[in-house]
Every structure is written in C-alpha cells, then in structure tokens.
C-alpha cells in the first residue's frame, strides 16, 4: 500500500507544485488537497476537497481519506488577499489549531510536515550574524505573519509532545523567491522605483521554489524529523537585490519608512505589513547548516542565483503601466513632501 498525503491550502502556487511532484511518484497512492479555492496549477490525480481547515469538520477529511502524512502549507503572510488582519490570523492561528485537533484523532497519520518561515527569529538591530534553529527572536514578534508563525509552531510542538508516534518536521523557510510567485517580496522588487531605508543596507536572504518544493517533497517521502532553516546559500545587501532586479532605490528617511508602505499598500502595489519593514530596515539570515548536514540537502540555488531568476523571469512583465508607475511615483513624493512638511511643522511649534 502505498502513502496517502493531505496537503493544505492546496489553492496556492507552492501547494499545487509540490502536489504535482508526489503526483509523478509512482509509491504515493493518494494525494488529495484541501482549500477554499481550487488549486492554480493543473493536476491530474489530486483530489480537490473544498473545505476550510479552520472548520471543525477537517476531522472528518482526515478519517473519510485515511491518509497516513499530512502537509500543512495553509499558512497566509499577507492579510489582504484573505480579507484583512483577522481573517488571516484566524486562518493561520484557529485554522492549525483545528488541524492539529483533527491530527490528534486520525489513527492512521504517521507524519505531519508544517511549513513556517524564519520570521519567528524577528528582526532587530540586536540580531546575531545568523539564527540557528535553537536561537529564538532578540525581540519577539508582536504582529502579523512573524506573531503568527512563532504561536503556530507551539501548536505543531504541543502536537508533537502528544503524539509522540507521529512523525513531525518544521520547515522554516526564508523568504521565497522564483519568477513564478507573487509575494509581498516579489512585488516589491517589481515597483517602478524601490523603496529603501536611509542609512540602513540590510543583509537579505532567499530560497527559490524550487528549493522549497524539493525539501517539502523529500519530508514527505523520507524521514527527517526535526526543525530546519531552509534559505539559499549567501545573502545579499538590499541595495545589491535592487541593482539585480534592474530597479533603481527611492531612498526614505526610517521614521517614514511605515507610513510610505501604508501609502504604497493604499495604492494596491504592495501589501506591507509591518514586520516586513522590519525585515526591510534590519534584514535576517538564518544558518542553513543543518539542512545541509543532517537532513542532506544543498539548495540548487543561491540567494543571489534566487534573485537573478526571479528578475530574469520578469525583465518582461511589468507590475504596472508606464502611466500607473508616473502617477504612483507623482502620489509617492506627494506624500513624502507632505509628511515632512507636517513633521517640520510640528517640531519648529514644539520649540
């Protein structure tokens, strides 16, 4: 008999790949995908079940297709396309707490495999060179994707504690690159002019799709128990990634770094939460190492390899009209002169 696989949140790009690779294993018997819409990429035996994970039913999918892995990859890093804040931290949160629920009771499951991202480690200017998988964040994340992530992984550990004879492994990805996805990251090396902190060139960090598909398939075939840091090798500085993607810098003082991503989410170019700009001030890099070693994996791609396909790939499509990138550029200083002006203003009435 061969595996049964369940993955969740199959509607998106990094689920419908990794769907199309057991696909093409002859030893997986079964793979069916869980979401609330249908898959972007075409597959030929996955069964397709419309469901919400944060519905108490999942139980019943997991008894009903007697799958024996689970792969959890229905974790959202932007609220927008979900509704908003809420709605995301109840996919996310509520979502995995119900999924780990429903795994507590299905006798069969053998393996769960859960993906996460190395944003639980924050980003801070007090942050060591790298984050091993032991380290945990200089300052802890108190919002969005990053707050989310680090309360998820808790459930995955509970989880783990109580089911001691099933299987687990965390994957803790850096941010993921590929000319293939659109993500909060890609969309901001898109920009007509890039935005970047006065003062502050960051050390930045990537791992391609194809990376992150291959380590997700090989957990789910092999056993790796564990956490793993899963990033490209080498990083780049954020004005280095700039000049790869073909962008030129629109440099903003730090204590408008925030308001100008609002004013860029406002537009509908780039969905900015907040710990992205502090990834974007600070930068991250986690060590790899183990990955490398234990689990016998050397990602294809380096952070720079990562970025230079992504920009190649998109050399030819652009995010937004000429006219669009004028007139965002126009609204963009607009803001920029305003701000400083009501700044200047409200200190030259404080003295």
């Known amino acids: 008999?061969?595996?049964?696989?369940?993955?969740?949140?199959?509607?998106?790009?990094?689920?419908?790949?990794?769907?199309?690779?057991?696909?093409?294993?002859?030893?997986?018997?079964?793979?069916?995908?869980?979401?609330?819409?249908?898959?972007?990429?075409?597959?030929?035996?996955?069964?397709?079940?419309?469901?919400?994970?944060?519905?108490?039913?999942?139980?019943?999918?997991?008894?009903?297709?007697?799958?024996?892995?689970?792969?959890?990859?229905?974790?959202?890093?932007?609220?927008?396309?979900?509704?908003?804040?809420?709605?995301?931290?109840?996919?996310?949160?509520?979502?995995?707490?119900?999924?780990?629920?429903?795994?507590?009771?299905?006798?069969?499951?053998?393996?769960?495999?859960?993906?996460?991202?190395?944003?639980?480690?924050?980003?801070?200017?007090?942050?060591?060179?790298?984050?091993?998988?032991?380290?945990?964040?200089?300052?802890?994340?108190?919002?969005?994707?990053?707050?989310?992530?680090v309360e998820v992984e808790q459930y995955a550990r509970d989880f783990g504690r109580r089911r001691k004879d099933v299987e687990l492994t965390i994957f803790r990805f850096a941010n993921f690159m590929g000319s293939e996805l659109e993500t909060t990251l890609t969309r901001y090396f898109s920009l007509p002019m890039v935005p970047s902190p006065i003062g502050f060139d960051p050390r930045l960090q990537f791992v391609h799709e194809d990376d992150a598909v291959e380590v997700l398939y090989r957990a789910t075939r092999e056993s790796h128990p564990g956490i793993y840091n899963v990033a490209g090798d080498g990083v780049l500085l954020l004005s280095q990634a700039i000049r790869l993607c073909g962008k030129l810098p629109l440099k903003v003082p730090l204590p408008l770094a925030t308001p100008v991503a609002a004013a860029i989410r406002r537009l509908g170019l780039v969905d900015f939460p907040s710990d992205q700009v502090q990834?974007?001030?600070?930068?991250?890099?986690a060590d790899n190492t183990r990955l490398k070693e234990r689990f016998g994996y050397t990602p294809a791609f380096t952070t720079r390899a990562a970025v230079e396909e992504f920009a190649a790939g998109h050399r030819f499509r652009r995010l937004v009209t000429r006219q669009q990138a004028e007139s965002w550029e126009q609204d963009l200083y607009d803001f920029l002169r305003r701000t400083g002006q009501e700044r200047f203003e409200r200190t030259r009435g404080e003295t």
Do not use: W
Not at 279 to 285: A, E, K, T
């Open 279 to 285: 990834f974007l001030v600070y930068g991250r890099v």
């Open 1 to 149: 008999m061969g595996q049964r696989v369940l993955i969740t949140g199959i509607s998106r790009h990094l689920a419908g790949k990794l769907a199309q690779r057991l696909e093409a294993d002859p030893d997986v018997e079964y793979v069916v995908g869980v979401g609330r819409k249908e898959p972007e990429v075409d597959l030929e035996r996955t069964e397709f079940v419309r469901a919400d994970i944060r519905n108490p039913l999942i139980v019943k999918v997991l008894q009903t297709t007697e799958v024996d892995t689970v792969v959890h990859l229905n974790i959202i890093a932007t609220p927008t396309r979900v509704g908003g804040r809420s709605a995301m931290k109840e996919i996310n949160v509520i979502g995995t707490m119900q999924l780990y629920a429903a795994c507590q009771k299905a006798p069969a499951l053998k393996k769960v495999v859960m993906k996460s991202t190395t944003a639980v480690y924050g980003a801070s200017p007090r942050d060591p060179a790298l984050f091993t998988e032991e380290m945990t964040a200089k300052a802890t994340p108190r919002t969005g994707y990053a707050k989310d992530a």
